[in-house]
């Protein structure tokens, strides 16, 4: 019962909770204000997207996306401080969401567009080549699954992913409490990043519970409560025991709309052009019956998790045989993205040095969620934390973060010092070669963002307005 799950996560994490409530009753205000009105019409609105086109948003969605849950997101960009190394990379999560719903609409027709096809081949039992789904995705599927992708990412904080491992060290009790529940209320859940499991507590909240109840949400038979689960599966990449679970996947697994969004988004942002053929990838989607005498005797994993099942076989995302090609591009897309942006030594450096001047700045550990996820984009947070602008954040004057805001205000940011071979960070089990030594003695990286050691802070401010 979603009552259940809503009581235990609030008594796992009562902080955690109560701040996000604070922060939901603002952000939710307007929303519930025009949910309970009664739908006069159905106007859906057009956007136009430099990746997906034009792209089609119901009532519900822009009621959600007017609102000061999503639009504060046009202030979080999407790579954090990548903006610094790539100067065209200046897009934003709000963008993201957007892209995300054009994705996974895209995606379910062609599951739709491939299960009627599907099912006309099987009228021959000569041309049947493999099990066809019981499983019919109607249009109160396609409205949910939308709807969790617009939201998946509310969760996100300043800086997007840079300030996610100072918040977990100072909720740490609460978010192991809240992943483990997750991790027995859905299946295939291992872990959630801090940002999901704040997207998750938004949904849970009370208030975003009575928007999916108002009038103008109404969209099918379902319950709010059914999708609730559906959209807190879809965030975290678990399923929820449905006969449509599956469609969860499409948000959050290995072949997701989040995926195809941010690859192509970034790439074409930070000038970097990737060879990757999405529309070929959604075009050979469908859903796949998996028991074990579908599967490949080598495939012993799947076939465990069929036997789970009450009828001993499950319906899953699947790439048709003619989309391996593209799903290979995207793999590699994704490598090169990894390697040549997302862990560029300066990009990491910046994101450090962000996660430090929140550190520094909250010497007194007085910053709350609420703090932190004030509406004011990331270059104003930047200055707010440094004492350069004045707001209403509990912060003392402090000269290490004044010095760390304004070095990243003038792109000082750290220098490489050094840099490991993971093998030595994980532990030698082997004697290296001389040429792996060589290799090694000459490759270096940025300064660990947590470290510590106060004698080391002047070496730092010695480079902080050194400009590469």
């Not at 939710?28 to 006069?40: A, F, G, V, W």
């Not at 001389?434 to 490759?443: P, T, V």
């Amino acid at each position: 019962m979603l009552a259940d799950l809503i009581a235990e996560m609030k008594g796992s994490a009562p902080d955690l909770w109560a701040e996000v409530h604070l922060l939901c009753e603002r952000w939710l205000e307007e929303p519930l204000k025009l949910s309970k009105q009664p739908r006069t019409s159905y106007r859906i609105k057009h956007l136009n997207d430099p990746i997906w086109g034009t792209i089609e948003l119901m009532p519900w969605e822009m009621t959600l996306l007017d609102s000061d849950l999503v639009q504060r997101l046009r202030g979080v960009k999407q790579l954090g401080l990548a903006h610094l190394v790539f100067p065209g990379a200046t897009h934003d999560r709000f963008s993201h969401l957007c892209g995300v719903v054009a994705a996974v609409d895209r995606m379910v027709g062609s599951i739709r567009r491939n299960a009627g096809h599907r099912r006309l081949a099987s009228a021959n039992a000569a041309q049947a080549s493999a099990p066809v789904s019981d499983f019919t995705v109607d249009d109160e599927d396609r409205y949910v699954t939308r709807l969790a992708a617009l939201v998946h990412d509310v969760g996100h904080g300043p800086f997007s992913h840079a300030v996610e491992p100072l918040i977990a060290m100072r909720y740490r009790a609460e978010i192991d409490g809240l992943q483990a529940i997750l991790a027995r209320s859905f299946r295939g859940v291992s872990h959630v990043s801090v940002s999901e499991l704040m997207s998750v507590l938004v949904v849970l909240s009370e208030f975003f519970q009575q928007f999916l109840q108002g009038p103008i949400v109404r969209f099918g038979p379902r319950s709010p409560e059914e999708i609730t689960k559906r959209i807190v599966a879809s965030i975290v990449g678990g399923l929820d025991g449905s006969p449509g679970e599956c469609l969860a996947l499409l948000v959050s697994s290995q072949i997701d709309a989040d995926k195809l969004d941010y690859m192509a988004r970034d790439a074409h942002h930070a000038g970097l052009p990737i060879d990757f053929d999405s529309e070929r990838l959604i075009s050979k989607l469908e859903i796949a019956v998996v028991s074990r005498e579908t599967l490949a005797p080598r495939l012993n994993d799947l076939a465990r998790r069929a036997d789970e099942y009450p009828h001993r076989r499950y319906n899953d995302v699947a790439i048709a045989a003619a989309g391996v090609g593209a799903f290979e591009q995207m793999l590699v897309g994704r490598t090169f993205l990894y390697d040549r942006l997302y862990h560029h030594h300066k990009v990491r450096a910046a994101d450090a040095m962000a996660q430090r001047l929140v550190h520094y700045a909250d010497e007194g550990h007085e910053l709350r969620v609420t703090d932190l996820f004030l509406s004011l984009p990331d270059e104003a947070m930047i200055r707010a934390l440094g004492g350069l602008i004045t707001t209403d954040l509990p912060l003392k004057s402090n000269r290490k973060a004044k010095a760390l805001a304004t070095a990243l205000v003038s792109r000082g940011l750290y220098k490489r010092a050094f840099a490991f071979a993971g093998r030595f960070l994980a532990g030698l089990e082997f004697e290296p070669s001389q040429a792996e030594a060589e290799e090694d003695s000459d490759a270096s990286d940025s300064v660990d963002p947590l470290m510590s050691e106060q004698e080391k802070d002047a070496e730092r401010a010695r480079v902080l307005h050194q400009i590469n």
